[in-house]
Structure formats: C-alpha cells, structure tokens
C-alpha cells in the first residue's frame, strides 16, 4: 500500500503501515446497518483497527448477517445499546479492556432511520437526536475524527446545466427533498454549531445510492421490479426519461473512502476548515448512473423488455404520486409473494418491490465526487468506476447465497 497524498498535504500512512499500537481505535455506532457491517469488515480484514466497537439496536443473530461477517461482527466486538440515549453514551464511548486506547480515534455514525415516508418525529428522535447526542459526546472527549454518514438528497435537484457539467457540488444550494434528507440536513448542520462552540471534529460524506452484496436498498427494489414483470411478461416502463440521474457507489468504496476521510479530519483542526461545505464530501462513482443505466442493465439480466412513460402519463403521476404508487404496489406485490412461494422461500427476507413515493419524485440525484477524489486521495476500486451487468449480477449471486432471492 502506497502513501495517499492530498492537494492540500501529505496524509502520511495509512493505517496498516502502523504498528499495532499506533492504528486508530474505531467505534462504529449502527455497526450491523448495512454500510456499518462493511466498514467492519474492511477494517477487520485489512487489519487497519487496533480495535473495533459495534454498536446497535440489533443483536448480530438477527441481523441477517451472511457467514463473511461473522468475525468482524462477532459477539466480541459487538456492544448492544442505543446510542440516541444520553445514558448510555458513557458506556458506548469506554473502549473494551483489550484496547490500547483509552478513547476511540475515529466515531462512524452509521446509525439512524434509514426507510423512507416516515413522519418527521420518528426521524428527529432516531437521526437528528442519535447525531447531536454522539457529536457531543465526541466533543467532549476531543475525538479526533467524527464522521456522519448522508445523502445527497439534500441538494436542491438541479438543472440541466449543472447535471451536464458534472453534478452538485459541496457547496451548491441545498433544498432536501424526501423526509429523511430534510433531516439530515438538520443533523449537519447541528455538528457545524458544535463545531463552533465546542471544538467538535467532523467531516460528513453525502452518499449517492449505496450497492453491494447483500443491497436491500435502491437497487434492491428495482431488481425485485423486474423479476415481477419478467415474471408477468409485461414491459417495465420507469416514470421520467432515461436520463433521471440515480447516481449510485459501491458499499466497499465508500469504506475506504470513510477511513480516508477519518484521517484527514483529524489532521485538520476545529478552526480549520470552516462551514458545512468546506468539510463536506460527495461520493459517487463516475459512472453518473441514469434510470437509463438500469433499463439497459436489467434488459441484459431478466427477460423482459424495458421503456420509458410517455409525458402524458409522467404527467399524471406528479400531480397524482400517491394514487400512482398506490396502484403499482397493488399489482406487484402479490406476484413477488407467489415468486417467493414457488421457489419454496418461506422468509419474506429483507427483500421486496415496495415502491417509496419519495423515491419516485422527478429529482435527480446527481453528484460531483471530484473533491474527495482530489482531496482525501481516493479512488474507486477498478472495475467498479460505474455501475455494470457484472456488478448486478454479483448482487443477485448474494441474494441466492442467503436464500432470498426467487
């Protein structure tokens, strides 16, 4: 592994180049969400952590964990606690007696609401609390790095001119829209006051829609879609046009790019740096993935034909999203329940076609990553510079290794 440089300085080595005692302790609150359970595991293979701390809600026997996690995520890393609770911050912050660290370098907030078209209060106690309960805990004991994980639904869903030029920057207007972006803007913007009162240390990655192995978001949704409507013989039309930007990035990447980001907000004092965006990032792959991207992906997967809604009907469907959602889930959800019968699955599983009106909105999600390309040294593992058949397909390969998929 080589030395990482910035445009702004040297980041010096990384972790894996230290000795035992010199590596990061690392406490990951929402350890066993999907992102968490991954950066784990990196952390773990790679031996980059001097130690490891999971925390969640969720006990690691139900949470749905394929047999790569069992090391990483075992009972002997693991801590079960509810980090929005002022309480038991004391015991979450207390590194175990095997670490060599009296305080954790690096906090993780992968933690937090994560469906969507949830109401305002379930995300404020489950985000925006969970977040300015561990920013103050950080601030306290002076951890050297915090970093929130968010979404880059928080932009305002910008122009055409701004998607043909690359994506929304760090610092361009922000204007959420779904429910859980609104209230991740409201957690940032809580850590850059604690910043400037209490010295905190954070840096925040805004994330396009995170794939992997084991997905059971965005594109989890779009490929239980196409087995229904390869399985009724039908067309699957999207709403909008082929060029809606669903800009996407694999769950592996965005762990490297996590402890790359770690490591240089600890290098970069509290008075440094000021203002939202200047510690913000955005991580996307370069593929600028497009509905155009997944039409012509899944046409190469399934059985089935795909296309776009005329305007007429997208036209409909804006002023009429629920009715419209409504009615897709309706006739879907009954053929999946049947694939899942046929194939003898008796577990529902985490998977399902259910369409979220939020995420049907006419808005792109489209990113400009340049910076953290730039300025954290990172760089997209090769051959995952954009979304393929290839990587789909490897997704669908883990869904058959759990038994969830028909």
């Not at 001097?50 to 075992?74: G, N, W």
């Not at 950080?138 to 998607?163: D, H, M, W």
Request: net charge neutral; glycine share 6%.
């Amino acid at each position: 592994m080589t030395d990482i440089h910035t445009s702004e300085k040297t980041a010096g080595p990384l972790p894996s180049q230290l000795s035992h005692d010199e590596r990061p302790a690392v406490l990951i609150i929402g350890g066993l969400g999907y992102i968490g359970r991954f950066l784990a595991l990196y952390l773990h293979r790679n031996q980059l952590a001097c130690s490891i701390r999971l925390v969640d809600k969720v006990l690691p026997q139900l949470a749905r964990l394929a047999s790569e996690f069992s090391e990483a995520c075992s009972s002997s890393n693991f801590m079960q606690a509810d980090a929005s609770r002022e309480q038991s911050l004391a015991k979450i912050f207390t590194p175990p007696p095997s670490c060599p660290r009296k305080e954790y370098t690096y906090v993780f907030n992968c933690g937090g609401e994560t469906r969507y078209s949830q109401e305002d209060a379930v995300y404020k106690a489950r985000s925006v609390e969970l977040t300015v309960n561990l920013a103050r805990e950080c601030a306290r004991r002076k951890t050297p790095a915090l970093v929130e994980f968010s979404t880059g639904q928080i932009y305002k869903p910008p122009n055409s001119s701004t998607v043909k030029s690359g994506g929304c920057k760090e610092d361009s207007t922000t204007k959420p829209w779904t429910k859980l972006a609104k209230n991740k803007l409201i957690a940032e913007e809580e850590l850059e006051k604690l910043r400037k009162t209490e010295g905190l240390r954070y840096t925040i990655l805004r994330l396009g829609h995170v794939y992997g192995p084991y997905d059971v978001g965005f594109l989890a949704r779009g490929l239980c879609l196409a087995k229904v409507y390869e399985r009724k013989r039908e067309e699957m039309k999207w709403l909008w046009t082929k060029d809606l930007r669903v800009n996407t990035v694999h769950v592996e990447d965005v762990c490297t790019v996590a402890l790359l980001a770690a490591k240089w907000c600890a290098s970069i004092p509290p008075d440094q740096e000021p203002g939202l965006d200047k510690r913000t990032f955005n991580i996307v792959d370069q593929g600028d993935t497009s509905q155009g991207t997944l039409a012509t992906i899944f046409s190469q997967i399934f059985d089935l034909k795909t296309g776009f809604q005329g305007s007429l009907i997208s036209s409909f469907a804006r002023f009429n999203m629920e009715s419209v959602v409504d009615d897709v889930n309706e006739e879907i959800l009954g053929p999946w329940a049947e694939l899942l019968k046929d194939s003898g699955i008796t577990d529902s599983g985490p998977l399902s076609p259910f369409m979220e009106k939020e995420l049907l909105r006419d808005c792109d999600l489209c990113l400009d990553a340049k910076k953290a390309r730039r300025v954290l040294g990172w760089k997209v593992e090769d051959g995952r510079e954009r979304l393929s058949v290839e990587g789909v397909r490897k997704v669908l390969d883990s869904y058959r290794r759990m038994g969830w998929w028909p």
